[in-house]
């Protein structure tokens, strides 16, 4: 693996000399053995990496996070700094690495649930007075922006109530919603996102370093969602969507220009979408991240989504440059280098993820970081010349890793899975590129099991569709192929990481392309390897949950499925989950129009189920409000009705993502006794 430093194969010496143990399979109970690496952030001066490490608590059946540091060149171990008994994330240097910031709840008296950490002298955790939300520095320490939300006063008097309506009042347990946007995944049912009082934005407002009265800087009426110091400390670039209280209008926010005295002026107004504003070293130029907003999109009746491409333009406004507009992928993590010179950016390609740069003037895009992984949470010092990242492969669980600015001289930070992946054997991921139905290339992986024979294979999906499989670590990938299955995952159509035409080529049509794409891999595998077509199985979750239900309905090779959070009928799913927008851009409009309405339909697994005879288990939670549990009910009820083996698990209190241990390991293990009852398999030893 290029540039990788993976820890050498270390033999045990006594008297006598004993051979190692031979390694074990993966099991379900390594769920809770494994640690996830999540954020690696490099100090100002490029000395300490801060690692966030999350751990799961069998016995507390949550997960609880730590802050470690390292420092950048390795010589020592990392160090925990958190301390027990609390979680800890999100760590934000101060300009001069003295104070570390990290989110931390300690109690119900915590309201802003900051702490800070002095590293230049040992001690206790400490919150500084008046600060109210997440720090931003400026850079010259003076000061630190945040955010929070401020109350808006009532826009009537409290009306005066009969005794009787008091009571009825009083009586009443139910919920009234007078909004498009009641409810949210994950957050549940929610108050009027239209109604400032109800929904207090978050106002941006600065604090002296030391503490102290803070002092509010805007009065926007909406959130502000980033704020980005001037290297003078003089000035903010921010960005806030002034339809925040239009829930009509998707995603359009602006960039505005604000001063400590509190003037402000908007510098975009043009239906576009702008995020991650970051200034040059020397203040005169701004870099950031710009695509056409979804209303425009919808508005225009376009078939295919926007652009996303890396901008700059004057501190003070005026003209754009686009410098990828020859560059075909999705840039984030932007930060300009020390002399201006260069902007860098992280971006996927296709299942990668590495490190990029641009001239800050436009030209041809540099890969800077290389191999066959995935390069997560990438941070920069660039007056220190050196970035930290989070790095991942199909046999590496996340690690924190640290290099140059040019990608040379990695060095790896942590190495909290290392004892673990020293004992349990782990199987490799081979990349395949294989050509669809009609000609297009599509890449995808293959896991395979020890031993001779021919294997069973699982087919499995990606949510999104605008997401990617690619060369990471999947733990439940690693215990199918330890029950003896081999697992095919690959990116179709809609994927990101391989252009604009590739990701887009979905609208209109889901289930149509990415089904020739995931089933000519099918075709592919079981031609060059060693598969039992015979036992051949279908599984995904989201987006992957829909194209399986669409699958099963389509074909009759698949010997068993597993469907999670699958929609099975996008009219329904239109009122009753909670982003509608997707239909309105993808499938071209609500149920009420004829396009939208004729695309809806044709692309629904259930009025295409009769004859379906693939034994299906549906995995759904029950607050998911994303993909709502009436889609599982429906694909259900349909193979029960024609007396195909159905079976539907529903977890109380999941969404669509963020599910507990215990439900998920679960989960996990309904699926593996699912593989067992209709694909047969067995434990590799």
Do not use: C
């Not at 999100?90 to 104070?99: A, C, Q, V």
């Not at 919808?298 to 005026?318: C, F, H, K, N, W």
């Not at 590495?354 to 436009?362: A, E, I, K, Q």
């Amino acid at each position: 693996m290029k540039g990788r430093l993976w820890p050498a194969a270390v033999l045990v010496f006594s008297a006598p000399l004993v051979a190692q143990s031979p390694r074990r399979t993966v099991s379900l109970e390594d769920f809770y053995r494994l640690s996830t690496v999540s954020a690696a952030v490099v100090a100002p001066d490029g000395g300490r990496v801060a690692i966030v490490r999350t751990v799961v608590d069998e016995a507390q059946n949550q997960r609880r996070s730590e802050v470690w540091l390292a420092p950048s060149d390795g010589a020592a171990p990392a160090t925990l700094l958190s301390g027990p008994g609390t979680s800890s994330t999100g760590p934000i240097w101060s300009p001069d690495g003295k104070l570390l910031a990290v989110t931390s709840r300690r109690g119900a008296t915590d309201e802003s649930g900051i702490w800070f950490f002095q590293l230049d002298r040992p001690g206790e955790p400490f919150q500084i007075p008046g600060l109210g939300g997440t720090p931003v520095f400026s850079p010259d320490n003076q000061w630190i922006a945040f955010t929070k939300p401020v109350p808006q006063p009532p826009k009537r008097s409290p009306e005066s109530l009969s005794e009787f309506d008091r009571k009825l009042k009083e009586r009443f347990t139910g919920k009234v919603h007078e909004s498009v946007q009641y409810r949210f995944d994950g957050r549940g049912y929610i108050s009027d996102p239209t109604d400032s009082v109800a929904t207090p934005a978050r106002e941006l407002f600065v604090v002296a370093r030391s503490g102290g009265e803070p002092r509010q800087l805007t009065h926007l009426g909406v959130t502000v969602e980033r704020a980005a110091w001037s290297p003078d400390s003089r000035s903010i670039i921010l960005t806030a969507n002034a339809s925040q209280r239009d829930e009509y209008t998707y995603e359009r926010s602006d960039l505005w220009l604000l001063s400590l005295d509190g003037a402000i002026k908007r510098l975009t107004d043009d239906g576009y979408h702008h995020s991650d504003p970051v200034w040059s070293p020397d203040g005169s130029r701004i870099a950031f991240v710009r695509h056409k907003g979804l209303s425009l999109v919808i508005q225009g009746r376009e078939t295919q989504g926007a652009p996303v491409d890396l901008y700059t333009m004057q501190s003070t406004g005026g003209a754009l440059r686009n410098l990828t507009a020859e560059w075909d992928l999705i840039p984030d993590d932007v930060e300009w280098s020390a002399d201006g010179r260069f902007v860098y950016f992280g971006a996927e390609t296709g299942g990668d993820r590495h490190l990029f740069r641009v001239s800050g003037l436009g030209g041809a895009v540099e890969q800077v970081s290389k191999g066959a992984r995935r390069l997560e949470a990438i941070t920069l010092a660039p007056s220190a010349g050196r970035i930290a990242y989070t790095s991942t492969d199909p046999t590496h669980p996340a690690e924190a890793y640290s290099a140059r600015i040019d990608g040379s001289g990695e060095v790896k930070l942590s190495g909290f899975n290392d004892a673990w992946r020293e004992a349990v054997s782990l199987s490799a991921a081979e990349r395949l590129q294989y050509n669809s139905k009609d000609g297009t290339r599509v890449e995808g992986w293959l896991m395979l099991p020890r031993g001779a024979g021919r294997h069973g294979l699982i087919l499995s999906i990606h949510g999104g569709p605008h997401g990617a499989y690619g060369t990471d670590f999947s733990l439940p990938f690693q215990l199918l192929v330890a029950q003896g299955y081999a697992v095919l995952f690959t990116n179709p159509r809609g994927s990101t990481g391989y252009g604009e035409k590739f990701l887009w080529a979905t609208w209109g049509g889901w289930g149509i392309k990415d089904q020739d794409d995931v089933m000519s891999g099918v075709d592919y595998v079981v031609g060059h390897y060693p598969i039992d077509r015979e036992r051949l199985g279908v599984s995904g979750y989201s987006y992957g949950g829909f194209l399986t239900d669409w699958l099963i309905t389509q074909t009759r090779i698949f010997k068993a499925a597993v469907s999670g959070a699958g929609i099975s009928n996008w009219v329904s799913d239109y009122g009753t989950a909670d982003i509608p927008r997707t239909k309105e851009s993808e499938f071209f409009g609500p149920p009420w129009e004829e396009r939208g309405r004729e695309t809806l339909i044709n692309q629904s697994p259930i009025f295409r189920a009769k004859g379906v005879t693939t034994p299906t288990l549906f995995i759904q939670g029950e607050a998911d409000y994303r993909v709502p549990a009436e889609q599982a009910e429906q694909m259900y009820t349909a193979l029960r009705k024609q007396r195909v083996p159905a079976r539907m698990v529903r977890y109380p209190g999941m969404s669509h993502g963020g599910w507990s241990p215990w439900n998920t390991v679960h989960r996990y293990n309904e699926e593996l006794n699912w593989w067992r009852r209709y694909l047969g398999g067995s434990v590799v030893p």
